[in-house]
């Protein structure tokens, strides 16, 4: 960490101190710290995923950090076709209803997140009236309706679209992940999904999201991906990558090197789910019990500030990086069923209070 922030870091603790003496609440929740939007205005959009749980009644805390630190917004599951779509002649737009008019009313672009995707489908999507495989023309016609409903409903107010979101197979050497899109329609799925969002709003900016890009196979089915689409007349307004990173991965060359990659192929960029865990991938433990450690907040805010210094100086490729969850405790992280302990990825603690993360990331 730097000297500086360092200072201020411990000004923010005595603080802390102080405000549980004089209810000073504010400060205790960083209302007095700079804004990260403002303090990246001239490089990029800084991004927030919330959902329904962040307009609960407890988290008025949550909403007043997002309102002040944040001027974009990707709803986290709200869009997902399992709640917005979960039976077919039914759409619950409710919940994404109320993330967009949150995020309009504090002035915060919004992204939608994600017209096809192998999770969070529900089942139907795919079969007949048997409960056998779905012909291609049913599920192509499926596709079609939903893309033209959900960009419909939100047309102008939603700017961009994670149309088609992971894709890509993580196997070596592999290409298209088999999903059930593929299965049910083929490999056209993903030029037809592209056609009927720029069908359903010509506006709208189309994007292709997917994590680990900085793997070279990944990196390259990107490409390739890429090219397939360009043949097709497809061409994406920006490649997504995800960034949920760890405390040892990825190294910030790689990251470096796949950015520099996909601008040089004239594409945005945007980081549009980034989290640092405190787990190295896999790692099942429970290692913090007591909480996270100094040691270890230190380290974490010095990987976020390597990772925010190549987005810095890619920043002209860059449009936007959108954090993954507000505060820790509203992280995925903390809800995965395979990890059973909880993690301390984002910039701001439980009780929306900034990390050393975000005092690195800050001039
Ligand atoms: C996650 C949400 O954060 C969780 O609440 C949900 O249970 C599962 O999905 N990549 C994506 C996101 O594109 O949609 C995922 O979001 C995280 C991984």
Not at 108 to 117: P, S
Not at 162 to 191: C, F, H, K, Q, T
Not at 313 to 338: A, C, M, P, Y
Request: charge should be negative; glycine fraction near 8%; proline fraction near 6%.
């Amino acid at each position: 960490m730097k000297k500086a922030a360092f200072i201020f870091c411990s000004a923010l603790v005595m603080g802390t101190v102080l405000s549980s003496v004089t209810g000073c609440g504010s400060l205790r929740q960083g209302g007095n710290v700079p804004a990260l939007k403002k303090v990246f205005r001239d490089e990029f959009q800084v991004g927030v995923a919330f959902g329904t749980p962040m307009l609960e009644a407890d988290q008025e805390p949550a909403r007043q950090l997002v309102a002040r630190q944040f001027n974009a917004c990707t709803p986290e599951n709200e869009m997902k076709w399992s709640v917005i779509h979960p039976e077919p002649d039914r759409y619950n737009f409710e919940p994404a209803d109320a993330v967009v008019a949150f995020a309009e009313k504090h002035g915060m672009e919004i992204t939608g997140h994600t017209l096809v995707w192998h999770l969070q489908t529900p089942d139907w999507v795919f079969l007949d009236d048997q409960g056998g495989p779905a012909s291609r023309e049913v599920v192509v016609r499926r596709l079609r309706d939903h893309i033209h409903t959900v960009m419909g409903r939100y047309k102008g107010r939603v700017t961009g679209w994670d149309v088609v979101n992971e894709a890509l197979s993580n196997l070596p050497g592999g290409y298209l992940r088999d999903s059930p899109w593929r299965r049910a329609i083929g490999d056209d799925y993903l030029v037809l999904a592209y056609q009927f969002a720029r069908e359903a709003d010509p506006e709208a900016k189309l994007y292709y999201n997917d994590f680990n890009l900085e793997k070279p196979d990944k990196l390259a089915s990107m490409l390739r991906l890429m090219d397939e689409l360009a043949a097709q007349g497809i061409h994406l307004d920006a490649v997504g990558n995800q960034g949920h990173s760890h405390i040892d991965y990825p190294p910030a060359k790689a990251l470096d090197n796949a950015i520099a990659t996909l601008s040089g192929r004239g594409l945005k960029i945007n980081i549009s789910e980034i989290d640092l865990s405190l787990y190295s991938f896999g790692d099942k433990e429970n290692r913090y019990p007591n909480g996270a450690s100094r040691e270890i907040l230190a380290t974490q805010a010095e990987r976020y500030a390597e990772l925010f210094k190549v987005f810095g100086k890619h920043h002209q490729h860059i449009d936007r990086v959108t954090f993954w969850g507000v505060h820790d405790g509203l992280s995925w992280l903390n809800f995965l069923s395979e990890f059973e302990r909880p993690d301390y990825p984002l910039l701001f603690d439980r009780d929306c209070r900034p990390k050393p993360a975000f005092y690195a990331l800050i001039p």
